[in-house]
């Protein structure tokens, strides 16, 4: 059975659960407590060797801190995807996910993977606070849910490492976190916000579903341009072709490669300043997007490509070298040469 969040949320989780799935709940004494993004006190086991990730953003970035202790993918990685995750981490199994839109988790495979913690990253909202505390009463099982904001990215990480006792590890992924803020904000921080770019972001087949203000899929954009569609807060919308048109863009930014390939012969977008000059840009996507898909700290490496694109005086290293290093460093793969290209192509 699924966990339903609704369910849960509405004081139905006995019922919906099943007092069969609360006797596999797992049975062991709590050896440290650390406080969760939310203040709620997490009681792990003196060593955390099993972890459940509840959504996508959880799974990467557990994947990118300690592999060996996440249980499996909330979706299985695609072939082209495994390619650039270790060969132990590709064959992890697919989970389903506790989170999130389409909720998939059989709550019979969670406790049957004997997780000692599950792992929740993203919204601190009291829906998702609630769901936690409720998943924890009803199983026994520790449940972390940590912040997902981008701007958060380092102390996520510190926290993690309490969590998995990987504190020397998390400190250098958090260093490097910060030192891409830091040099992001430095270089930029003197241009004004009505002088930036404005940037559109293209999600699906037409290109015409974007992140609204604030939404944490445009988060990066955000921190280097001004989002066309940031007139309006919220998350994930559809808007019309009239209204891209309105907004005339300098730069569009698209995950979805047929769009990418196809705007350029579309005459509902020809009459757009990004079109017209050539600047429309495929998101490296592999193993996991660059701007979001999904919102976790692949998008680190975004902002490094985001700035390179839209300030290139501002960014001069080697996007070649950053790529590299950024990929053993968070992803423990040492990519050739036609992985790199493949990578930064985006159509991979």
Known sequence: MKIDRRSILAGLGATALGTS???LAPRFAHAASVKDS???VIET???VTRIFP???PAAILLYTLAPDLMLGWTRAPSPAEREFLTPEAAAKPELGRITGRGNTANLEIVLAQKPDLILDVGSLNQTYVSLAERVRQQTGIPYALLDGRFDATAATYRLLGKLTGREERAEMLASYAEEV???VSQRIGTIPQAERPLVYYARGTRGLETG???SINVESIELLARNAAGGTKGGMANVSIEQVLTWNPDAIFTIEPAFAENIYREPGWSAL????????????????????FPPSVNRLIGLRWLGKILYPERFPEDLNQITLDFYKRFYHVDLSEAQLARVLSGRG
């Open 21 to 23: 799935a609360l006797t």
């Open 45 to 47: 086991p003196d060593k």
């Open 212 to 214: 609204l203000g604030g």
């Open 38 to 40: 939310s203040g709620r």
């Open 273 to 292: 300043a990004a079109v017209q000059n050539k600047r429309v840009y495929l998101s490296p996507r592999l193993p996991f997007g660059w701007i979001d």
């Open 181 to 183: 803020f830091r040099t």
């Open 54 to 56: 509840a959504g996508p």
